[in-house]
Nanobody, 118 residues
């Protein structure tokens, strides 16, 4: 029941960068801080995988394939979470989903397409 709105993805050349932002317009500050936020992705023919998560206090986790290239951050005042993607590779092509988790329950955005062309 949490509304999550991802910014538009896009077409990026290999080695390029793209920033995704997830907004939670219906949450007030004090409620947003109660969620662990994350980004997942699903590539064609692949299973959905966790990309990165960040707790309210700023503790992060990343899947190995994006470490050193992607950075997740959150702005609790703005009620947003951002995924900065650098040094993009064709294998990063996927639909990216914003996630908000609390007490074992997940909320999902509708997804946004990121395409890294050769």
């Amino acid at each position: 029941q949490v509304l999550l709105e991802e910014s538009r993805g896009g077409l990026v050349q290999p080695g390029g960068s793209l920033r995704l932002t997830c907004r939670t317009p219906r949450l007030i500050f004090s409620v947003f801080t109660g969620y662990t936020m994350g980004w997942y992705r699903q590539a064609p023919g692949k299973q959905r995988e966790l990309v990165a998560t960040i707790t309210s206090g700023g503790t992060t986790t990343y899947t190995d394939s994006v470490k050193g290239r992607f950075t997740i951050s959150r702005n609790n005042s703005r009620k947003t979470v951002t995924l900065q993607m650098n040094s993009l590779k064709p294998e990063d092509t996927a639909i990216y989903y914003c996630n908000a988790e609390q007490n074992g329950k997940d909320n999902w955005g509708q997804g946004t397409q990121v395409t890294v062309s050769s």
